[in-house]
């Protein structure tokens, strides 16, 4: 069913995911809606919603989760602290749940490159900057060998904005998130609705771009470290840095390493909490979504999809989970 007529007039709080397509999902429902919205974001880096105070539904009729690739079971916990009507819009791998209500987000028999194409599609808007951002932000240096860059490029050039603009203004709204501000996530939301019809003019935003240069030079240092092989087709790399970069990492050095799986830990994330990010690049037939269900089952905060999660993990268990996933990829997905 549409999006539009589960929410037809009401007050909507959005809890959207921190990076590109979270807040570009944000950005088009609230544009395309029409409704007074509330934006919020849970804590960067933490794939729970256990943090979300029940005070933040008061005075919205409907609560949707928009690409946030939060367990089942967590939403749940959610909603009864809520009390709200709850819509789950995500591309994330996720378990049908009768008591749920979830967007179909499966587009020719796979999920949706990215949440806010999915919403664009439900939504049945003509495809635009923010349908197609999202894409380019979950895939990075990848949409050029996706079979979603001939999409991006013609709708690149209705902004006259290449590939290469476009992964550079995704990176622009990333750094709000890696630099751990959520408020710079959610006015982020309102920035990209404002400079809709003119986002060439948001690679020259000054607040962004400086924020930018500092992250993409941690990166640098850390993408010049060589991983340690710990299997025959699997790489490890431990990070620390203020910044929230594990992902723009894991992203960088799979492409290096096609065909390998590279683990990035940050053992000290936020307050008690480590992270642990894996990907994979290249044409593999593996799914690491059946890693993800036995991380759920375990009661860690995991998301992902078929060649990509993260992982939030308490400080004392970091090591052990680090050598858990290595025997798992070792023992299912090396050769």
């Not at 009390?83 to 796979?110: A, G, K, M, V």
């Not at 991006?152 to 290469?164: L, N, T």
Request: glycine residues 6%; hydrophobic residues 35%.
């Amino acid at each position: 069913m549409p999006i539009r007529n589960l929410v037809e007039g009401s007050k909507i709080l959005l809890i959207f995911h921190w990076d590109t397509d979270g807040v570009a999902s944000a950005a088009l429902l609230k544009k395309y809606l029409g409704h007074k919205t509330k934006l919020y974001t849970p804590l960067i880096g933490l794939y729970t919603l256990k943090y979300v105070r029940s005070s933040i539904c008061k005075d919205v009729d409907n609560v949707l989760i928009v690409d946030f690739g939060v367990s089942n079971d967590d939403v749940k916990r959610f909603i009864s602290k809520c009390s709200r009507n709850t819509l789950i819009i995500d591309h994330h791998h996720r378990r049908q749940d009768p008591d749920l209500n979830i967007i179909p987000y499966f587009i020719d028999s796979e999920p949706y490159p990215a949440t806010s194409l999915l919403i664009s599609d439900n939504l049945n808007i003509e495809y635009n900057l923010l349908s197609i951002i999202g894409i380019v932000g979950d895939y990075g240096e990848a949409i050029y060998n996706s079979k979603y860059m001939e999409l991006v490029e013609d709708v690149g050039r209705k902004y006259d904005m290449d590939i290469e603009e476009l992964i550079m203004l995704s990176n622009l709204i990333d750094s709000n998130y890696m630099s751990g501000d959520r408020r710079k996530v959610v006015k982020a939301v309102d920035i990209l609705i404002k400079y809709f019809d003119k986002p060439r003019e948001l690679l020259n935003y000054t607040p962004w771009i400086r924020q930018c240069n500092d992250i993409m030079k941690e990166i640098d240092k850390y993408t010049h470290v060589p991983p340690k092989k710990v299997g025959s087709n699997i790489y490890f790399l431990e990070i620390n840095s203020k910044y929230l970069i594990t992902s723009s990492i894991g992203r960088s050095l799979a492409r290096r390493y096609r065909g390998s799986y590279i683990i990035v830990g940050s053992p000290s994330l936020h307050r008690n909490y480590s992270q642990i990010y894996v990907r994979i690049h290249g044409d593999n037939k593996i799914n690491l979504s059946t890693i993800v269900d036995k991380l759920v089952e375990k009661g860690f905060y995991a998301g992902g999809k078929p060649n990509v999660f993260g992982v939030i993990v308490p400080k004392r268990k970091y090591n052990y989970l680090i050598q858990w996933i290595i025997n798992e990829l070792k023992g299912r997905y090396s050769y």
